[in-house]
């Protein structure tokens, strides 16, 4: 299924004459990487089937290839300022480990090895089908939703606008820090799934949910609902980035005004990959699955959820109202993940189909309502957030259910006093 997914994406590449998923990762044996830490990170994904000797061992060969592939380069003259130096050798790695699987190992320990390999060549393989998916938004979809959502976006306060001018007053520094935390976004999920992977090669066996199955359902159902409400975002539909095709050159210092929206007409270069915020989402299953792990790793998660929001609302490329619509629509899927982990029950049932039906009502309302929305911010306002909210709390309250009680403490037999 996986495969011939990738396969149709490639396709619909080729047809806009773009190389899909599929030749772009075949190029990265060779090539600069479009992302070094993220192959590496999928190396260490699979990583967690093996002893600490092989770690080490892999790790070495990985770092001793992309070491010949940069004097490769250098002895040669090829410089390039796209993608990254390093990032090949993980890749060799783990294409060799999938060899070795096949070819050196049997019974569970060749099945537990693939499922490593298979981790990793996902999160891979789910970056590039992004790439392509974007592609495809820009080329089928030529006409955005972008006033319909600025103008529900009234309702709350326009936070891309004040979060815009409230990085503009960090500097150079705040920028960098927040787009560093933007675009390192997978590897957070890495270091969190690394995490709850630490017993799989003690154990032998993987857990039965954890986060890179959330990381990767997000990243398949949401381009979906792109195609069926094309954004852009505020930096380039009301900012400099969108030249002629922009409103107006509004961002962020001027709220765009409240009037009746229609479809406008966009290039056929710029992902419409807004609604809902992706980022935000797995910004949100970062933060959920942090949760139970050491101080350090919640102080990361909520760094990161805080900073993803930071930079989504204050790089202008979303609008609050894909905030909102991307929380929903993350805790409603990881809930339909832990239903199909832990077996489907009547609360896992009504928690899934009451956050679907609370996302489909927020895109409903921002596609048909927007202009009562933006007349009437204190009554519309509330009512999105305390949607949002009420979802957030049945979630919370569900999987507390869910969880295993604590066992009791033992109780000691009463002693009889020595004489």
């Excluded at 229609?262 to 809902?276: G, K, Q, S, V, Y």
């Excluded at 609370?358 to 309502?369: G, I, P």
Aim: aromatic share 10%.
């Amino acid at each position: 299924m996986a495969v011939g997914f990738l396969i149709a994406l490639e396709i619909a590449a080729r047809h806009y004459g773009q190389p899909g998923p599929i030749t772009n990762q075949a190029k990265e044996v060779v090539f600069r990487p479009k992302s070094g830490p993220l192959l590496y990170g999928s190396m260490a994904l699979m990583m967690v089937v093996l002893p600490w000797r092989q770690r080490l061992i892999a790790a070495g060969v990985a770092v001793g290839i992309d070491l010949v592939f940069w004097l490769v380069r250098w002895a040669a003259g090829v410089h390039s300022a796209e993608g990254h130096a390093f990032g090949n050798g993980a890749l060799w790695v783990i294409v060799g480990c999938t060899v070795v699987a096949i070819t050196r190992r049997a019974g569970e320990e060749r099945v537990l090895l693939l499922k490593g390999v298979g981790l990793a060549l996902l999160l891979v393989a789910g970056r590039k089908t992004g790439d392509a998916w974007l592609l495809i938004t820009s080329k089928t979809r030529p006409s955005v939703l972008d006033q319909y959502a600025a103008s529900a976006d009234h309702a709350l306060g326009d936070p891309s606008w004040l979060a815009g001018r409230i990085v503009g007053a960090t500097g150079t520094v705040g920028a960098h820090v927040l787009d560093y935390v933007y675009i390192q976004l997978a590897v957070a999920a890495v270091v969190v799934t690394l995490y709850q992977l630490r017993n799989v090669a003690a154990e032998g066996r993987f857990p039965r949910h954890h986060l890179v199955r959330t990381f990767l359902m997000i990243g398949l159902l949401g381009p979906g609902i792109y195609m069926l409400f094309p954004v852009v975002g505020p930096i380039f539909a009301y900012g400099a980035d969108g030249g002629h095709w922009a409103v107006a050159d509004l961002w962020p210092n001027t709220p765009p005004p409240t009037g009746t929206p229609h479809p406008m007409p966009f290039d056929a270069i710029t992902p419409r990959n807004c609604m809902p915020s992706l980022h935000t989402a797995w910004a949100t299953a970062i933060f959920i699955h942090s949760r139970k792990g050491p101080r350090i790793l919640r102080y990361a998660g909520t760094f990161w959820l805080i900073a993803t929001l930071g930079a989504t609302l204050g790089f202008g490329y979303h609008y609050g109202t894909d905030i909102v619509a991307g929380v929903v629509f993350t805790l409603t899927i990881e809930a339909a993940m832990l239903s199909l982990a832990r077996g489907w029950d009547r609360s896992g049932v009504n928690l899934v189909a009451y956050g679907t039906v609370v996302f489909t009502a927020l895109l409903v309302s921002y596609r048909f309502l927007p202009v009562p929305m933006a007349r009437h911010p204190w009554v519309f306002g509330p009512v999105i957030l305390l949607a949002m909210a009420s979802v957030i709390q049945g979630y919370v309250r569900t999987t507390r259910q869910w969880e295993p009680d604590a066992a009791p403490a033992p109780q000691l037999e009463p002693q009889p006093e020595p004489v």
